[in-house]
């Protein structure tokens, strides 16, 4: 039977409630959600943003990230959490001069994270992102983007192993 | 190969712009997809080089950026600031002898 409604002096908050049938209309999933992260260091040029390829999927519950791209692209629309935690390195100490990692919604920047270290170069910076995003469930897309700056030529830089990229539908 | 960023700095430098702001004045993309780093945004006033252009400032750009790697490690050899200046303190001529070697063995391009 349907419970059409429900009066607080007929509903004893104290007992309890055991739903042998279905219980519709309450709750919500927080799907699409997917987790990726880099599986081996991704070499980046310095001065060059660069958008990361987290290569490997721990979980897409809509096949909605791509590796190929390093994109999210969900099919559903509505207002997801994301987050992004990168560690970019130079290969040798006390040259690394600034970095940052930014969230781009489709062309643009939503948020980033920036560590400058111009006063005392070192060598390794740990960036994270967090934003709530809203997106349209057919074309909107996120993805991560890269920069270091390093005071030296002739080294390499990367964007390290097990950097995380990862998002989930907000039940709203 | 030298870094695009840098041949870009051997060009500018070349056209009477000694210093490039990779945030603002030039922006490079690498979209991941295979097509290697692009010049995104030009905002200098001397003209964006052509593909032609850039590659021949490849040696000098190497060469600027061996040396650039010399130059970190004479800068880690040399050791910091603060010991130095004790070194200077107790015996500046060794100190003068230390540095010597450390550049002798770290010859520039």
């Not at chain 2, 030009?42 to 850039?54: C, R, S, V």
């Not at chain 2, 600027?64 to 303190?89: H, P």
């Not at chain 2, 107790?90 to 391009?109: L, Y």
């Amino acid at each position: 039977m349907a419970i059409t409604k429900i009066q607080s002096e007929s509903l004893n908050l104290s007992d309890n409630y055991d739903f042998t049938g279905t219980v519709t209309g309450a709750g919500g999933v927080m799907t699409p959600a997917f987790c990726a992260e880099r599986n081996g260091d991704q070499g980046i040029s310095y001065s060059v943003r660069t958008t990361v390829k987290f290569n490997n999927e721990i979980f897409d519950s809509s096949n909605a990230y791509s590796t190929t791209s390093g994109t999210f692209t969900p099919q559903v629309a509505g207002k997801y959490y994301i987050s992004a935690n990168c560690q970019l390195t130079s290969s040798q100490n006390d040259i690394l001069n600034y970095s940052f990692i930014e969230l781009y919604k489709n062309s643009s920047v939503v948020t980033e994270s920036v560590h400058n270290n111009l006063n005392n170069p070192g060598k390794i910076d740990n960036h994270t992102v967090i934003a709530i995003v809203d997106m349209n469930g057919s074309t909107d897309n996120v993805s991560i983007q890269a920069f270091i700056n390093v005071a030296a030529g002739g080294y390499t830089a990367a964007i390290r192993d097990m950097s995380t990229f990862q998002a989930y539908k907000i039940i709203e | 190969m030298a870094q695009l960023s840098n041949k870009i700095k051997e060009y500018c430098k070349a056209n009477g712009v000694s210093d490039v702001d990779f945030l603002e004045d030039v922006k490079l993309q690498d979209d991941s997809n295979g097509q290697g780093v692009y010049i995104a945004e030009w905002n200098l006033d001397i003209a964006q080089p052509t593909d032609a252009q850039l590659a021949s400032y490849e040696t000098v750009a190497n060469t600027a950026e061996a040396n650039a790697q010399v130059d970190a490690t004479r800068k880690q050899a040399y050791g910091s600031w603060n010991e130095q200046l004790d070194e200077i303190f107790h015996n500046i001529d060794a100190w003068k002898a230390r540095i010597q070697t450390v550049k002798d063995n770290n010859p520039k391009g």
